[in-house]
């Protein structure tokens, strides 16, 4: 096998020879290629395809949480924005309520001044109250918090006297310039003059949260 296959190149002409020498060449090439390059090639490929995905899919995560951060402090802002409307209604809204509200200083001496003007009535005892939030966890700070920062100041009196006379001197607290609440009647008869006694409970609302002086 050997000697014919010997003879057989001996007898090529030196071209041949080459052009033969170039074919067994490209044909280990091309052996090697499909048995070696081309996986490693396919392989290559697919783990570019894996890396592009992925660069796609984090570009897309990095929009999107981009995204819902500023969809969130678009949503803080206008509920910031939301908070403050309301603050300035409320507190528009205890400045115009105030307007013809007395304040707690003056409630005494309103109450005594009326008074006056009903000799058949005298006062018999007359305690203050500590002030209390209108709204329960509204807060006066400057930062704002559930509501604005308003209180209410209580005054408890008993009126010694005939009860039409009384009832003429509320008539009288109701017409003043100055508006006093009152919430509470209690009426007890059987007093040193014979005389009933009447308990009121009066208030006023104030931004100030000190305490009521008698």
């Known amino acids: 096998m050997k000697q ?24 280990v090439g091309a052996l090697i290629d499909t048995a070696l390059l081309a996986p490693q090639r396919a392989e290559s490929t697919k783990l570019a395809r894996s890396v592009e995905a992925a660069r796609t899919h984090l570009q897309q995560m990095e929009k999107l949480a981009a995204q819902q951060a500023s969809d969130g402090e678009n949503e803080l802002r206008q509920r910031r924005i939301t908070l403050q409307e309301r603050r300035a209604r409320a507190s528009k809204a205890v400045d115009d309520a105030q307007i ?18 009903h000799p058949t009535l005298r006062f ?6 500590s002030p209390k939030p209108l709204v329960e966890n509204a807060t006066n700070g400057p930062t704002g918090g559930a509501g604005v920062g308003i209180y209410q100041h209580g005054l408890e009196v ?18 003043a310039p100055y508006h006093i609440y009152w ?19 009066f208030f006023t609302l104030s931004r100030e949260a000190a305490w009521l002086r008698l």
């Not at 018999?124 to 109250?129: D, E, F, Q, W």
């Not at 008993?158 to 607290?173: M, Q, R, T």
């Not at 919430?183 to 005389?195: A, C, I, P, W």
């Open 100 to 117: 013809d509200l007395i304040t707690p200083q003056q409630m005494t001496r309103q109450l005594e001044a009326i008074l006056v003007r």
């Open 4 to 27: 014919p296959l010997q003879r057989w190149w001996l007898q090529r002409a030196r071209r041949e020879r080459w052009l033969v020498i170039a074919v067994m060449v490209c044909a």
């Open 158 to 175: 008993s009126i010694e006297g005939p009860y039409l006379d009384l009832l003429g001197y509320l008539d009288a607290l109701e017409h």
């Open 124 to 129: 018999v005892g007359m305690t203050s109250s």
């Open 183 to 201: 919430r509470e009647l209690d009426m007890k008869t059987g007093s040193v003059n014979g005389l009933p006694v009447t308990r009121l409970a």
